[in-house]
């Protein structure tokens, strides 16, 4: 029934995405995000129907008259060049056949962005684009909520099998990284229903990504509700409502949970910490070695054996920074950093010069939420692949 379903949603998108381009941005990225043909166990399962919405989607922008505007800024330019970049470590990679297959990923994923920003430049489009990212990712952290809940956080709560949000760690950061577009949504919309919707679907989202018992989500949590807090519009009504809720959750959790918080403190005697210190000696010993860094997928007992201190602990990055480093080097990492310096520094400039206008208020409250998100994805992103 659930393989029929997304079947049928997908296909009666296709009309409307020829007609308007845009939708399919949506269609593609509720695909994306969600996952929904994984939730099924039929022919559907792996049906490429991110694929075929992407064909259609190419096809109505080439057909279609609307005007199509390309942002090029230092952002957009540093972008480019970073995406150039990876295609050149990709050249270079120790391990060429899989590097390629990965960049192949990679560059599907890159090509929808760019043209999305082509078609997504208007204000109710970008509204619809938040509410299907917060519906897609926080549809896990709404039933891992109320599964955390039921089961007294004893186990942890997984995203879609088989997509890049699947494993506990990554879902934790996703849910956190919404959690701020929730509250945008909820500036924006009037309808007391959907406001107290999203309310309960936002305390379920951040009791999921505690429920994840992910280390690197707990100090996310930490600084998102930091920062949070000094980025909110009320900050002494937001501090009265937070502060007495967070005890509350931490002395709720079980003990498994309060144990596995506490190796933070002794990641000296946790093997899994220690494999990832390993894992970032590693990535600097390989872009040292390497001016494109080892190439995508290089994670390997050959690799580590050339350059990891202890070669028989091969593990992943769990580390954006120290992926892109050990992946693409020095220069990569640079303008890794960069897009994210430049993004924030893109925010706070919207912040500001849309500060006191009734007409952009929407514009300055999703610019200060989206520099929520992104603390969550920097610093939740430091422990995680």
Known sequence: MR??????????????????????????????????????????????????????FFISLLISKEKKTLPVTGLTVTWWLFIGWMVISTLNAVFFDDALTQLIKIMKIQLIVFMGLLVMGQRERIHQLIWVIYLSIGFFGIKGGIFTILSGGGHRVYGPPGSFIGENNALAVALLMILPLGVYLFWQTKNVWIRRGLIASSVLIAVSAIGSQSRGAFLA????????????????????????????????????????????????????????????????????????????????????????????????????????LADHGWPGLILFVMILIMTWRTGSRLIRETRGSPELQWMNELARMIQVSMIAYMVGGAFLS
């Open 3 to 56: 393989d029929i379903l997304v079947t049928l949603l997908v296909f009666g998108s296709l009309p409307f995405i020829l007609q308007r381009p845009y939708i399919g941005i949506l269609v593609w990225s509720w695909l994306s995000y969600m996952n929904p043909h994984r939730l099924g166990w039929g022919f559907a399962y792996s049906m490429p129907f991110a694929q075929i919405v992407a064909i259609v």
């Open 221 to 324: 949590i930490i600084a998102v509700a930091a920062f949070f807090w000094w980025k909110s519009k009320n900050r002494l009504a937001i501090g009265l409502l937070v502060l007495p809720l967070l005890p509350i959750a931490f002395f709720m959790m079980p003990q498994s949970w309060h144990d596995r918080m506490s190796t933070i403190q002794t990641y000296e005697e946790d093997a899994s910490a220690m494999g990832r210190i390993n894992a970032w000696h590693y990535a600097i010993n390989a872009a040292n070695a390497r001016l494109t860094g080892a190439g995508l997928e290089s994670w390997s007992p050959q690799t580590f054996q050339q350059w990891a201190p202890d070669p028989t602990a091969v593990h992943a990055a769990h580390s954006i920074y120290f992926s892109v």
